[in-house]
């Protein structure tokens, strides 16, 4: 079946420090969606990017489809960007990226 | 502007107690409806999808069973909880299958 795997499991930063999370998936299924939940809660879009490059603020994501592979960027981290990142292509979901920002 | 309601917020029932979830979209004509359930600390596994009324499709069989009885509604149930059902339940939509994908604010189930 198809598969998502995302890393690193985890990322600790220091306020306004850059991250790159990363999602590679198994089939070339054109509908990756990026999503963002803090602990107990639902889930936010951060993007639908089932190919190319997106940005909003200091969120940039990038999906190549050929490459099976889709990335976000989080430049000049915030204690607010806390939380756990998940990728989905259609209706499978990557394990998550959990980041913790620290001042 | 299209509005997904879940209810209750939190739920905590006794094993062997019926349960039943719900959720409602407004605002979106014939979406297509998803059930996935989170275990804590875990990730999102689907269980149902509807893409039609009165038409459900079981992707895990988890002991829950899924309804959906008008265009905008659809009900996540079962007769008799187990441990096991503990854990954060969400409802979505989606324009078509592989659309984006918008989530509800979820009900925390507590199972004791």
């Known amino acids: 079946g198809q598969q998502v795997q995302q890393s690193p499991t985890s990322l600790v930063l220091q306020e306004g420090e850059n991250a790159e999370l990363q999602c590679n998936f198994s089939t070339s299924l054109n509908s990756m969606q990026w999503f963002y939940q803090r602990p107990g809660g639902s889930l936010i879009s951060v993007f639908y990017n089932p190919s190319g490059t997106k940005q909003s603020g200091r969120l940039t994501s990038t999906t190549v489809i050929k490459e099976r592979r889709s990335s976000l960027h989080i430049s000049s981290s915030q204690i607010t960007d806390s939380g756990t990142y998940l990728c989905a292509l259609g209706l499978t979901f990557g394990l998550g990226t959990r980041v913790s920002v620290f001042p | 502007a299209q509005t997904i309601h879940q209810w209750p917020v939190a739920e905590i029932k006794a094993v062997g107690s019926p349960l039943s979830l719900g959720c409602t979209i407004k605002g979106k004509s014939s979406p297509n409806l998803y059930w996935y359930w989170q275990a804590t600390g875990g990730t999102l596994q689907q269980l149902f999808y509807?893409?039609?009324?009165?038409?459900v499709e079981s992707v895990v069989q988890l002991n829950l069973s899924a309804s959906r009885p008008k265009d905008d509604q659809f009900i996540l149930s079962t007769e008799k909880l187990l441990l096991s059902h503990s854990g954060f339940y969400l409802c979505a939509w989606s324009l078509w299958n592989y659309a984006e994908q918008f989530f509800g604010p979820g009900t925390r189930l507590t199972v004791l």
């Open positions: 509807s893409i039609t009324v009165g038409q």
